[in-house]
């Protein structure tokens, strides 16, 4: 069974402009969640979808948004894009919603925003 | 939000048990603790998770005190591969306004 993929997995921005990152699951998985990492404030839940549906989110503000497709398949799109942005975006999949079940985590998109 | 406080860094010698600590003094009731692990520049892996039982799966223990305001993974038998840094989290809130809280984590060294 193929993993969670991302793509792309390299991007590099200037302020102000807006990305896309996309996140294909595990086949079968319906629960989509998305992670920022930096060196400063480490790993940090920004939100998790379920059937289309946005079920949990962070402490993120509204310039991070994300949406999810019948396929399962998830786009998270951040706008205004700042120097702070720059970061690992991961995400990670699992077979039923909340987060009470392993997750399974992509490789991430590396986004440098310059 | 119940928030998870763990040592920076360990080593452990190969083949001997790896005993990382985690303290999470604010956990509430219905919380519970989970591992992960992430291996130099992949995302992270499930590990172990629990809420006040002791559990054990083929990868680790993890042993909660009976207050739970700690705990411990325990990787019985630490090879090379185990080198990566280890993840305590806390799953806060109820269904539909859930989040992940994630800790420092601690960078594990495992010594040949």
């Known amino acids: 069974k193929a993993g969670v993929t991302q793509t792309p997995r390299y991007l590099i921005k200037t302020r102000g402009q807006q990305v896309t990152l996309s996140c294909s699951p595990i086949?079968?998985?319906?629960?989509v969640s998305w992670y920022q990492q930096t060196p400063g404030q480490g790993l940090q839940f920004l939100f998790e979808?379920?059937?289309?549906?946005?079920?949990n989110k962070g402490n993120f503000p509204g310039r991070f948004s994300g949406r999810q497709f019948s396929n399962s398949r998830s786009e998270m799109n951040v706008s205004t894009l700042e120097l702070g942005d720059s970061a690992l975006y991961l995400c990670?999949?699992?077979?039923?919603?909340?987060?009470?079940?392993?997750?399974?985590f992509g490789p991430g998109t590396r986004l440098t925003v310059l | 939000d119940a928030k998870t406080t763990q040592p920076p860094s360990m080593d452990c010698a190969e083949g001997r048990a790896a005993n990382l600590p985690c303290n999470h003094s604010?956990?509430?009731?219905?919380?519970?603790v989970y591992w992960y692990r992430q291996i130099h520049s992949q995302g992270p892996q499930y590990i172990i998770h629990?809420?006040?039982n002791n559990e054990t799966n083929e990868m680790a223990s993890l042993i909660i005190t009976e207050d739970r305001k700690s705990s411990t993974l325990i990787l019985p038998h630490a090879t090379l591969r185990d080198t990566a840094v280890y993840y305590c989290?806390?799953?806060?809130?109820?269904?539909?306004?859930?989040?992940?809280?994630f800790g420092t984590g601690t960078r594990l060294t495992i010594i040949p």
């Open positions: 990670a999949s699992s077979s039923t919603g909340g987060l009470y079940n392993e997750q399974f």
């Open positions: 086949s079968g998985h319906r629960s």
């Open positions: 979808y379920f059937s289309e549906t946005q079920r």
């Open positions: 604010t956990i509430s009731g219905n919380e519970y």
């Open positions: 629990g809420l006040k």
């Open positions: 989290i806390v799953r806060v809130g109820v269904f539909g306004n859930e989040k992940l809280t």
